[in-house]
């Protein structure tokens, strides 16, 4: 049986990495086969789902719903912003290190953002990196900085092991960012400078149609203007089904053709000029007065993966997509057959309904403000945030549990009409419960059957030959490699068990292996599909893969390397 459990564990990952299904699907129909197969007690299963550490997870990320209303966080980022690079960086960098520490790191990353892309002295590209590497810097350092550390802490309290304290992960974290805050601003200054460039390769893709009235039709391209457009690229023509590219300035349009641009969302104006020329189904002048907003589409996004045409969005989301981009890459094909991506950013022209549609906060990172939820008062902010922080003080010197904390808050914050219990609903971290409901139900089967035996044995033959060290090393380069190729809370929900088999197989004691998962979890420096910000960051950012690892490796390695010793000093095997 515990040969049956690693290969489930292992069509577990091979699953997560090499196909489209969610992590939170994944988890929960293992688990469910655990439990048809009694590998996992009924009773243990659902206690799972009520994890205390984990409804802490649910009421922390309930409350940061509210606190991202505050308009001091986009004061705050307009302040950061200097004329000088240097300065800039510098602000942010702290300053998002500092707020990551008690806040939610998306909220953090989320705010910031605005203000960086509205501002115009400094390429955002030379500043969207070093943002997020920071807010994932700040989270390692308390409790409640990341999600990781709520649900290694969640799985650590299942095993009938210590709780950890708000500030247990501060003496290894806070060192271990400074240095790695101290690396960013260096390597900083080879990031890309993508400053409103107008080449081939441009921010956005957008489509629009010929109408069959036009008078353009019948005309070539160079007759009806359309090589020299003002910001914008004719890239592509589709007619008939049939893609023509390049397009070259003899060619004749035709009724229904489908032509195909690069530009910037400022440029899309430009195309008001041209006569029977629709967007989205709509005369490109009445489009132009509809409200427009860029959209950075989520890690959890329920439209990733499928086209616009298969989910129809506009029914959806009372809004059209008018242009896509995808980092710095370029697309090609018809904007409604192209599958959105996570991580793509979406320029949409919304109606009235858009804003109040529930599914908008679950697929949408938004980088505008205008519609966006209603933000809370200078006092209504002021109260909040300090209930928060008190929320936090109480907590660390154990004067009020966490959870009881954030239960008293939120309560007030719904009394007050600060937050409403339709919000509440439509940020409820659903898939986030069933991940971790499932891996803990998942790591008992592991623990209890055979598998954890196999684990053991394994390491005592192979590595306690050479040091309990080496062991510990290996599980945390083991969690670092999982959270570069799935999620990262997925990540640590794999590696934890292991880590407690391997800590029991020594006979050590098991937190440094723990805090090995929460950091190795944490260090997502290469690839910015596995981290959320990062991907908040990367098309805005106008980012290649390659700027990420470029940027990534050494505060990786330096990442790494502090972890792995400072770790064992802080807290000893033995």
């Not at 409640?144 to 500030?167: C, I, K, Q, R, Y």
Request: glycine fraction near 6%.
């Amino acid at each position: 049986m515990g040969i049956i459990v690693l290969l489930s564990i292992a069509t577990l990952l091979i699953t997560l990495v090499k196909t489209s299904i969610r992590p939170a699907t994944a988890f929960t129909v293992l688990a469910a086969i655990y439990l048809l197969f009694d590998l996992v007690p009924i009773n243990t299963f659902l206690q799972g789902y009520t994890n205390s550490a984990l409804a802490t997870l649910v009421l922390l990320i309930l409350i940061s719903g509210v606190l991202e209303k505050s308009p001091l966080f986009h004061r705050m980022a307009e302040f950061l912003l200097h004329r000088s690079e240097a300065q800039s960086r510098l602000r942010i960098v702290t300053s998002s290190a500092l707020l990551s520490a008690f806040l939610n790191n998306t909220a953090v990353v989320s705010s910031l953002l605005n203000s960086i892309m509205r501002q115009r002295h400094v390429a955002p590209s030379r500043l969207l990196i070093p943002l997020s590497y920071a807010s994932v810097l700040g989270g390692i350092t308390t409790l409640v900085g990341t999600s990781t550390n709520l649900v290694v802490n969640s799985f650590a309290v299942n095993a009938g092991l210590e709780e950890f304290s708000m500030f247990s992960f501060a003496w290894v974290g806070i060192p271990v960012a400074l240095l790695c805050l101290a690396g960013i601003l260096l390597i900083s200054h080879f990031l890309p400078n993508h400053q409103q460039e107008i080449t081939e390769e441009q921010s956005y893709f957008l489509t629009a149609e010929l109408d069959k009235d036009s008078p353009m039709v019948g005309h070539d391209i160079e007759t009806n203007q359309l090589r020299k457009l003002d910001g914008l690229f004719l890239l592509e023509l589709e007619r008939q089904g049939k893609l023509i590219s390049p397009v070259h300035p003899d060619e004749v349009l035709a009724a229904g053709d489908i032509l195909i641009f690069t530009g910037e969302i400022t440029k899309v104006q430009t195309l008001q000029r041209f006569p029977g020329l629709s967007v989205l189904g709509e005369r490109v002048d009445d489009l132009m007065g509809s409200n427009l907003l860029e959209a950075v589409v989520t890690s959890d996004a329920d439209i990733a993966n499928s086209t616009l045409q298969e989910i129809d969005f506009r029914a959806m989301f009372d809004a059209g997509v008018v242009g896509i981009r995808r980092g710095n890459k370029r697309l090609q094909g018809q904007l409604g057959r192209i599958p959105i991506r996570v991580g793509d950013c979406l320029l949409l022209a919304v109606g009235h309904d858009f804003s109040n549609n529930r599914a908008v906060d679950r697929n949408f990172h938004l980088l505008s403000e205008r519609s966006q939820s209603a933000q809370l008062s200078l006092t209504a902010s002021i109260i909040v945030i300090g209930g928060f922080l008190t929320t936090i003080v109480a907590s660390g010197i154990g004067l009020l549990p966490l959870f009881k904390g954030l239960l008293l808050l939120l309560g007030i914050c719904l009394v007050s009409g600060l937050t409403t219990t339709t919000e509440l609903r439509n940020r409820f971290p659903f898939e986030l419960v069933m991940v971790i409901g499932s891996a803990l139900a998942i790591a008992y089967g592991v623990e209890h059957s055979a598998a954890a035996g196999l684990i053991a044995d394994f390491f005592k033959e192979y590595v306690s030959s050479v040091d309990v060290y080496i062991a510990f090393i290996s599980i945390f380069f083991l969690t670092l490699l999982l959270t570069e190729t799935v999620t990262n809370n997925a990540a640590a929900a794999l590696a934890f068990p292991i880590a407690l088999s391997i800590a029991n197989s020594f006979d050590a004691d098991p937190t440094p292996f723990i805090l090995a998962v929460a950091y190795g979890a944490s260090a997502c420096f290469l690839i910015p599909f596995g981290y959320q910000t990062h991907l908040m960051v990367f098309s805005p950012g106008r980012y290649r893969v390659s700027d990420f690892i470029q940027a990534g490796l050494p505060i990786s390695v330096l990442y790494s390397v502090s972890v792995l010793i400072l770790t064992p000093i802080v807290f000893p095997f033995f």
